[in-house]
């Protein structure tokens, strides 16, 4: 990936100049049909240029015309810049596309003058701001001793602050009324800070909300003590399960081109995301069909029977017991028959049962991806690839114990109970 600097060059300048140059035409000509062709007049070397510096009234006209072609030159940006540019953005798609349309009004007589102006003033556009307090998470959690980074990269980072009774802070995103319901609970909350447009920033705040109150619940379901945090050699941290969340965040604001070969990264990555949309979900059907794509982004693979091959990889790896194998199989393959079922228009009974037990799985698969992959990078080995993972699971599949590096996790009472009946 890149900066904003890096991308705004010769590349995308050429881009511009092509597209610059289809609007061009279709301005003059419908200069011309609305009577202003006068207007137009040849330069030195012969190209057709507007002679109309000091007439507001038909540079209104060629910028209105302009803002109708956003549609041609948005996909140069989207592809040329916000794909390639550094994670979490500094600048939005919108912030570039009103500067092009803004500052590209008419032929200059050199082009690249205009796109040296544009590129001044998009590079200036982001400034060093800082977030309003963003919830997270709310519950008794004692006061955090100094701000806990989540996120770091070159240009912004991600604090965790927090211990604060909800009514003290008066500035705090909340999206609904049911979030003053805590008002005698403490809160943790986040803060970004980095160089940003305004635009920018409130995408960030929302992406950051997003995604750690849908990783502090799932993680109450593996820990429902207090958040605890330890301290060693590198300083303060979470404990349990909560520790991961740090991973998660790096995971979602990963630099991984969307080009790039299948990889774990990439796969936890998608995981988070598509849990992030299955908690916003109102409908119960969409949000457990959800949770099983999350399930499947992390350890699914091409080939006949997806239902049968994700239940018999997910219960290698989260069900150590051989003799409870058969019963984590039937229940996975259960709730993704019943996310099949959803999303083809049948009703299945319980949907809100198995939609929480869908998210308890696959924030379960995700703890277990990021512990394997904690494990890999510790023990000095190379970054695990999706078929490695698949190797590792086929060897264990008829043997007892879990995936090296793997906790045992609350996803077990699922289907324990079925094989301690009677």
């Given at each position: 990936?890149?900066?904003?600097?890096?991308?705004?060059?010769?590349?995308?300048s050429?881009?511009?100049?092509?597209?610059?140059s289809?609007?061009?035409?279709?301005?003059?000509?419908?200069?011309?049909?609305?009577?202003?062709?006068?207007?137009?007049?040849?330069?030195e070397?012969?190209e057709?240029?507007?002679?109309?510096?000091?007439?507001?009234?038909?540079?209104?006209?060629?910028?209105?015309?302009?803002?109708?072609?956003?549609?041609?030159y948005?996909?140069?940006?989207?592809?040329?810049?916000?794909?390639?540019?550094?994670h979490?953005?500094?600048i939005?798609l919108?912030?570039?596309?009103?500067?092009?349309?803004?500052h590209?009004?008419?032929?200059?007589?050199?082009f690249?003058?205009?796109?040296?102006?544009?590129?001044s003033a998009?590079?200036?556009?982001p400034?060093?701001?800082?977030?309003?307090?963003?919830?997270?998470?709310?519950?008794?959690?004692?006061?955090?001793?100094?701000?806990?980074?989540?996120?770091?990269?070159?240009?912004?980072?991600?604090?965790?602050?927090?211990?604060?009774?909800?009514g003290?802070?008066?500035k705090i995103?909340?999206?609904?009324?049911?979030?003053?319901?805590?008002?005698?609970?403490?809160?943790?909350?986040?803060?970004?800070?980095?160089?940003?447009?305004?635009?920018?920033?409130?995408?960030?705040?929302?992406?950051?909300?997003?995604?750690l109150?849908?990783?502090?619940?799932a993680?109450?379901?593996?820990?429902?003590?207090?958040?605890?945090?330890?301290?060693?050699?590198?300083?303060?941290?979470?404990?349990?399960?909560?520790?991961?969340?740090?991973?998660?965040?790096?995971?979602?604001?990963?630099d991984?081109?969307?080009?790039?070969?299948?990889?774990?990264?990439?796969?936890?990555r998608?995981?988070?995301?598509?849990?992030?949309?299955?908690?916003?979900?109102?409908?119960?059907?969409?949000?457990?069909?959800?949770?099983?794509?999350?399930?499947?982004?992390?350890?699914?693979?091409?080939?006949?029977?997806?239902?049968?091959?994700?239940?018999?990889?997910?219960?290698t790896?989260?069900?150590?017991?051989?003799a409870?194998?058969?019963?984590?199989?039937?229940?996975?393959?259960?709730?993704?028959?019943?996310?099949?079922?959803?999303?083809?228009g049948?009703?299945?009974?319980?949907?809100?049962?198995?939609?929480q037990?869908?998210?308890?799985?696959?924030?379960?698969?995700?703890?277990?991806?990021l512990?394997?992959?904690?494990?890999?990078?510790?023990?000095?080995?190379?970054?695990e690839?999706?078929?490695?993972?698949?190797?590792?699971?086929?060897?264990?599949?008829?043997?007892?114990?879990q995936?090296?590096?793997?906790?045992?996790?609350?996803?077990?009472?699922?289907?324990?109970?079925e094989t301690?009946a009677?």
């Amino acid at each position: 990936m890149a900066t904003l600097e890096s991308l705004l060059g010769e590349k995308l300048s050429e881009a511009l100049q092509e597209v610059n140059s289809y609007i061009e035409k279709f301005v003059l000509r419908s200069l011309n049909e609305a009577g202003f062709g006068d207007l137009a007049r040849s330069d030195e070397s012969g190209e057709t240029v507007l002679d109309c510096e000091s007439d507001f009234d038909v540079l209104s006209v060629i910028y209105n015309l302009r803002a109708t072609f956003r549609s041609r030159y948005e996909p140069v940006f989207q592809a040329l810049v916000m794909d390639e540019l550094d994670h979490p953005h500094a600048i939005t798609l919108d912030d570039l596309c009103l500067g092009f349309s803004g500052h590209f009004k008419k032929k200059w007589s050199e082009f690249s003058e205009t796109f040296d102006v544009f590129r001044s003033a998009m590079l200036a556009l982001p400034s060093w701001r800082r977030s309003e307090p963003v919830m997270t998470a709310t519950g008794k959690y004692a006061p955090l001793p100094t701000p806990l980074v989540l996120f770091q990269s070159s240009e912004c980072q991600i604090l965790l602050v927090g211990g604060l009774p909800v009514g003290a802070i008066e500035k705090i995103n909340m999206s609904t009324d049911d979030d003053y319901r805590w008002i005698n609970d403490n809160c943790l909350y986040a803060i970004i800070e980095g160089p940003f447009t305004a635009p920018a920033l409130d995408r960030v705040s929302q992406q950051v909300r997003s995604v750690l109150r849908s990783l502090f619940s799932a993680f109450k379901e593996f820990d429902e003590r207090p958040i605890k945090l330890v301290f060693d050699e590198t300083g303060m941290k979470f404990a349990g399960c909560y520790k991961l969340i740090p991973d998660c965040l790096a995971a979602y604001f990963s630099d991984t081109p969307q080009k790039k070969k299948d990889s774990m990264d990439r796969r936890i990555r998608n995981a988070v995301h598509l849990l992030v949309e299955a908690d916003r979900q109102e409908h119960d059907a969409v949000g457990l069909a959800l949770c099983m794509s999350a399930a499947e982004a992390l350890i699914g693979k091409k080939g006949p029977e997806i239902a049968g091959m994700i239940a018999d990889s997910a219960a290698t790896i989260l069900e150590p017991e051989l003799a409870r194998r058969a019963a984590a199989v039937a229940k996975i393959k259960k709730l993704y028959n019943a996310r099949s079922m959803l999303l083809h228009g049948s009703s299945v009974a319980g949907e809100p049962r198995a939609r929480q037990e869908a998210r308890l799985l696959a924030s379960s698969l995700l703890i277990a991806m990021l512990e394997r992959r904690k494990f890999v990078a510790a023990a000095g080995f190379d970054p695990e690839t999706p078929d490695d993972l698949q190797r590792e699971i086929q060897k264990l599949k008829f043997k007892p114990g879990q995936l090296t590096g793997v906790s045992d996790l609350a996803v077990r009472s699922l289907w324990q109970t079925e094989t301690d009946a009677p």
